[in-house]
């Protein structure tokens, strides 16, 4: 054999290639924006029974079967109105009453599911408190996972319970923002629309056409798509191994002299888990929920085989809401102030998604200085850079990408393990999450949960000039801005809260697989993602147990629910108003110094609010990094 010397690809080459993805990705994205935007906007604007390229002549049949189903007295296309609208109260209440339904459906699913069909494998119920945390999970639309798909859930439970959850928890999302988009733009209205009405067109008209077409996509990309149990395929590498050898009551055999005796394991072939999972997965990244049908979520080749099912993937992360935002400008008239909001997501977006590639691409010093590349001497940079717990089929670039996206999304979904980013490059999603899931944000709630952003900006810009605060013509009175407030505050109080108690109490700190500054950055990201209502996990967290399945389950009903009512009436107290003509005085709020503004605003308030439990966790760790 000749000895060849392996020399490593530089930083220049290796951020070269992934920023050509990165852009990529993001010119692909806004592409996208104004065709989806203007279809959701004629999907929400319409009438029932009626739809934007035959979809109303295709599904209008199920649109009237549901009303009729849920008591929904619709009057014939054309009429004015067709169907009877609600105030923010009665709204409310019906959004409330429905998630609850949901909650329990799920629960009921997975505690009964040994008892039902589509259970090829005949797994057990669930139990108690992984079931509670479960439902509340995917009925909040965060999707945090405690368990491994393919080894709790049966089939039955995946589809009708968490599939299912999927969809109407992103179709909450959706209506709660277009209820307040209607109460930004009515005039002394008392209604702000139908949540029956609502939730059926928003599901039937976007979300199902959409996912089909996806999980078509990631079929044809090897997603795996069957109701067949389970396949026992033979290795085309047998391998062996040893293990510790035990008697017939499970203690260790000894030898003659006291050592522990071992025994050689064979292994010739290997499980392989399969189900109707392309259909999950596809209505799983479009409605920013993010649980994987397998426990490798999108790192698990039958859920992400490819370079193309990854960026189909992590592009449907983000569709819905970056062309809410084109949609949310053509409902109020004026389409200035959908790109306004739109441009302030990006501002900050791209720049922590590159910050995110560059930490990752530099790779770890001190990797690199103990595993020098042969007859080369050790670099400060990793070569390759940080390629632990990524897949190689996706690399540096393709896992970056995704972790910004999933955090900045509610979504969740990992196709790398985040907790073996660098400390810097775990700081990015995590900060991104402490932001408020506004940032893109999940389906409807990250846009309204940026219009909460809204207000608060348009207020302190109000003081700053001496002026009545106003957006779209309608008066900024202190109710709305207190429920702003609320809405802004409750994630930020859940997420410090919940990793105050878990650091304090043994039962938290006891489920750490690493002490120290990592250790508290594992439960300071599981509350982060709780309390934004995001689901992805740090990794090295033991959380299913009954105190972290209770704690963060809490976590996650109360930070979406106690935003979305907060929301609601602000809708409700705006559709009242009437609009104040334009003056001199008044504040533009589709201009770039505004777009500054509000983006200053976010900042400034998930600075001030996590840098400090920032500080004890991955600052800290990297400082010991560059110190080491």
Same mark, same amino acid.
């Given at each position: 054999m000749i000895p060849h010397t392996l020399t490593p690809p530089t930083l220049a080459t290796i951020t070269g290639h992934g920023a050509l993805q990165i852009v990529?990705?993001?010119?692909?994205?806004?592409?996208?924006?104004?065709?989806?935007?203007? &279809?959701? $906007?004629?999907? %929400?604007?319409? !009438?029932? #029974?009626?739809?934007? +390229?035959?979809?109303?002549?295709?599904?209008?049949?199920?649109?009237?079967?549901?009303?009729?189903?849920?008591?929904?007295?619709?009057?014939?296309?054309?009429?004015?109105?067709?169907?009877?609208?609600?105030?923010?109260?009665?709204?409310?209440?019906?959004?409330?009453? &429905?998630? $609850?339904?949901? %909650?329990?459906? !799920?629960? #009921?699913?997975?505690? +009964?599911?040994?008892?039902?069909p589509a259970n090829p494998v005949g797994l057990g119920p669930v139990e108690g408190w992984s079931a509670f945390n479960t439902s509340v999970s995917f009925v909040s639309n965060t999707n945090w996972q405690g368990y491994g798909g393919e080894v709790t859930m049966s089939y039955l439970t995946q589809m009708l319970g968490l599939g299912v959850q999927n969809f109407l928890s992103a179709a909450t999302g959706i209506a709660v923002l277009v209820a307040l988009i209607r109460g930004l733009s009515r005039r002394s209205a008392a209604t702000i629309g139908n949540c029956w009405v609502d939730l059926t067109r928003v599901t039937l008209y976007v979300l199902l056409p959409l996912s089909s077409l996806l999980a078509v996509a990631l079929v044809s990309q090897g997603v795996v798509q069957t109701f067949a149990k389970p396949q026992e395929v033979a290795l085309t590498v047998p391998l062996s191994y040893s293990e510790p050898a035990t008697n017939d009551d499970g203690g260790a055999l000894k030898s003659a002299d006291g050592r522990d005796q071992t025994k050689t394991v064979a292994v010739a072939t290997q499980t392989v888990p399969l189900g109707p999972a392309a259909s999950q997965i596809a209505i799983k990244q479009l409605g920013t929920n993010g649980g994987g049908f397998f426990n490798a979520n999108s790192a698990h080749p039958l859920e992400n085989p490819t370079p193309l099912s990854n960026f189909l993937q992590v592009l449907a992360i983000l569709l819905i809401p970056a062309a809410l935002c084109w949609t949310f400008g053509e409902m109020v008239r004026d389409r200035r102030q959908g790109w306004a909001v739109l441009a302030a997501m990006l501002v900050i977006f791209i720049p922590l998604l590159t910050a995110t590639y560059w930490f990752e691409a530099q790779g770890n010093p001190r990797v690199a200085a103990a595993a020098p590349i042969v007859d080369q001497s050790p670099s400060p940079l990793a070569?390759?850079?940080?390629?632990?717990?990524?897949?190689?089929?996706?690399?540096?670039?393709?896992?970056?990408?995704?972790?910004?996206?999933?955090?900045?999304?509610?979504?969740?979904?990992?196709?790398?393990?985040?907790?073996?980013?660098?400390?810097?490059?775990?700081?990015?999603?995590?900060?991104?999450?402490?932001?408020?899931?506004?940032?893109?944000?999940?389906?409807?709630?990250?846009?309204?949960g940026m219009l909460m952003f809204v207000i608060v900006a348009v207020f302190v810009a109000g003081l700053m000039v001496g002026r009545t605060p106003e957006y779209l013509g309608k008066k900024i009175d202190p109710f709305e801005m207190k429920m702003a407030a609320i809405a802004v505050l409750v994630p930020c109080a859940l997420t410090l809260l919940g990793t105050a108690v878990a650091v304090l109490l043994p039962q938290g700190t006891s489920s750490t697989s690493n002490p120290g500054p990592h250790g508290f950055s594992q439960i300071l990201y599981a509350f982060s993602s709780a309390g934004n209502n995001n689901g992805s996990a740090f990794a090295g967290l033991s959380a299913n147990t009954p105190f972290y399945n209770l704690l963060l389950g809490l976590a996650m009903w109360f930070s979406r629910f106690w935003i979305i009512v907060p929301v609601l009436a602000v809708a409700g107290s705006l559709a009242t108003k009437k609009v104040t003509p334009t003056t001199n005085g008044t504040l533009p709020t589709h201009t770039p110094v505004f777009v500054l503004m509000l983006v200053a605003v976010v900042i400034i308030v998930g600075a001030l609010t996590f840098v400090p439990a920032l500080a004890l966790g991955p600052i800290v760790e990297q400082l010991q990094l560059a110190g080491n």
């Open positions: 990529l990705y993001v010119v692909v994205l806004l592409a996208m924006v104004k065709p989806l935007g203007w &279809f959701m $906007a004629r999907v %929400f604007e319409g !009438v029932p #029974g009626s739809a934007p +390229l035959g979809l109303g002549v295709a599904l209008g049949w199920l649109e009237r079967l549901t009303y009729r189903l849920c008591g929904v007295r619709v009057s014939p296309i054309g009429s004015t109105p067709a169907y009877a609208e609600m105030g923010w109260k009665p709204y409310a209440v019906g959004i409330l009453l &429905f998630n $609850a339904l949901g %909650f329990i459906a !799920v629960y #009921g699913l997975q505690r +009964l599911q040994h008892a039902l070569p390759g850079g940080n390629m632990e717990g990524k897949e190689a089929r996706f690399g540096i670039a393709g896992s970056a990408t995704w972790a910004a996206a999933t955090t900045a999304a509610s979504n969740g979904s990992v196709n790398s393990m985040h907790d073996s980013f660098t400390p810097l490059g775990g700081l990015v999603p995590m900060w991104l999450m402490q932001l408020g899931e506004v940032v893109f944000g999940g389906v409807g709630s990250g846009l309204y």
